[in-house]
């Protein structure tokens, strides 16, 4: 008989397979039922409903799988970046591919919202604290509060990620011109 | 005057005050009563309904009155030839409007007529400010005006936040948000 132990590992491998299968299925079928994702992750629909009791359950932790990883692909950013421009840029062209890629979690915005206020909101976040440090460095503007320039770039790329989704601004265009704009935002005062 | 005339300069001085005290009550909140209306204007219900027949007519009049306001804002604050002050002025009159109506304009939004027109229409007058001045040069010509539009939006709505938040005060988020406007409008 398997242990306690080796159950509960299965038990969170197939969580964890079904939510890669969702985020995997959704971005070009957000209308893939449960069977289709249980056969993604290669899991009977009974196991799948074990784990997540409705489609909304599954999305909810789709988004806050989602959310996770955008966080932790934006502190990889900062931890690699050259600079602050080529960090915006990362930024901004992540974003973007976020944005339209999980737009099927339209309904999660405001998740994704406090997530992104987290990240920027304050000392200790991760952004706001690579905008302090550049800040001190006189590598942006230093008359405005970092939460300021933070969250006014954040707005900013949501309306790309808005105008892209209208077919206001083509997509080949978004990431040149959300970079410019974000880096402007920042930039030290002329 | 005869009888007549009264009745019908009496009818259009109603239609007026109930429009006025409706934008005033549901620009604030949008979910005002027509009951709340009539209470504030002390002008019967029956009487209001004779000029707007349902609570949705007097929604979109209430719409289409505030986006002329808008419109008419906004033209005096870009009014400048200063292209600095112009957009200073831009910003502020945004965020003065969304502080005032943006609670109608999001409950209208995909609702109205008037509201999805307005949103796109060549002829406003901060998008007919942002082609004229980056003809001119005077804004920065590398960036489309529908970008600049949209990046003048998402300004507004942070202030709007910032300010919702407690996190300033509304000439804090007014200054705030021309510098950062200034930044990425101005021609270098």
């Known amino acids: ?190 | 005057m005869s009888s007549d005339e009264q009745l019908r300069s009496d009818a259009e001085r109603n239609r007026r005050v109930v429009l006025e005290i409706a934008i005033e009550l549901l620009g604030r909140d949008p979910q005002a009563s027509v009951q709340e209306i009539a209470d504030a204007s002390g002008i019967g219900r029956t009487t209001i309904y004779r000029h707007f027949p349902s609570r949705e007519s007097l929604l979109e009049a209430v719409t289409a009155a505030i986006i002329d306001t808008a419109r008419v804002e906004t033209m005096a604050a870009v009014a400048d030839p200063d292209p600095e002050i112009a957009i200073r002025g831009l910003s502020a009159a945004s965020i003065d409007l969304a502080l005032r109506y943006g609670r109608l304009f999001a409950a209208r939004d995909g609702q109205s007529a008037a509201y999805e027109a307005f949103k796109v229409d060549d002829t406003s007058p901060a998008r007919r400010f942002l082609a004229t001045a980056r003809e001119r040069g005077t804004i920065r010509g590398d960036m489309p005006v529908e970008w600049l539009r949209s990046v003048i939006q998402a300004v507004t709505f942070t202030a709007i936040n910032e300010v919702d938040a407690g996190a300033c005060s509304i000439e804090e988020a007014v200054q705030l948000a021309g510098d950062t406007l200034i930044a990425v409008l101005l021609a270098g």
Request: aromatic letters at 6%.
């Open chain 1, 1 to 190: 008989m398997e242990s306690e132990a080796v159950q509960r590992r299965d038990a969170v491998q197939n969580r964890q397979a079904v939510i890669d299968a969702a985020a995997g299925l959704l971005p070009d079928d957000p209308e893939a039922g449960m069977q289709e994702i249980a056969d993604a992750a290669g899991l009977g629909r009974s196991t799948v409903y074990r784990h997540f009791a409705s489609r909304d359950e599954l999305f909810d932790a789709v988004a806050a799988d989602v959310i996770g990883r955008g966080i932790t692909a934006i502190e990889e950013i900062l931890a690699n970046a050259d600079g602050v421009e080529d960090a915006l840029c990362a930024i901004g062209e992540l974003g973007i591919e976020f944005g339209l890629r999980y737009r099927f979690l339209y309904s999660h915005r405001e998740e994704a919202r406090a997530a992104a206020m987290r990240m920027t909101g304050d000392r200790g976040a991760p952004l706001w604290d690579f905008l302090n440090a550049a800040q001190q460095r006189g590598e942006i503007r230093g008359d405005q509060p970092v939460a300021w320039i933070a969250k006014a770039q954040f707005e900013v790329m949501t309306a790309m990620i808005g105008d892209v989704l209208a077919g206001r601004i083509d997509r080949e265009d978004a990431p040149e011109l959300l970079g410019d704009t974000l880096v402007a935002i920042a930039a030290p005062s002329r």
